[in-house]
Nanobody
């Protein structure tokens, strides 16, 4: 139900914009998020946006990444600037969390995209 795209190979310092299109209005009034998973590491929360509420970011991406949503298009975005090699990972979008207390728990999200690979070369 979620289709992520926009990943690719980019040099350090470059930018990418990820998109996540929902087949229905799952983003609607629900929270939407981006996670990432690097090889050998756990899936970690990168950014969360709530409808009409604040956005939250993982500390290492603050000031570089921006999460946004277009409810009319049922689409979630992640603008990534000043990319670093440590940002290399598969990025996943997710929708409909069990609640604000559970944003960082992957199993508490109801819908997931298939993942898009971001590779940042040094």
């Amino acid at each position: 139900q979620l289709q992520a795209s926009g990943g690719g190979l980019v040099q350090a310092g470059g930018s990418l914009r990820l998109s996540c299109v929902a087949s229905g209005s799952v983003f609607g009034v629900n929270a939407g998020s981006w996670y990432r998973q690097a090889p050998g590491k756990r899936r970690e929360l990168v950014a969360v946006t709530t409808s009409g509420g604040p956005t939250e970011y993982e500390d290492s991406v603050k000031g570089r990444f921006t999460i946004s949503r277009d409810n009319a298009k049922n689409t979630l975005y992640l603008q990534m600037n000043s990319l670093k090699p440590e940002d290399t990972a598969v990025y996943y979008c997710a929708a409909q969390s069990a609640g604000a207390s559970y944003y960082s728990i992957p199993s508490k999200w109801g819908y997931w995209g298939q993942g898009t690979l971001v590779t940042v070369s040094s």
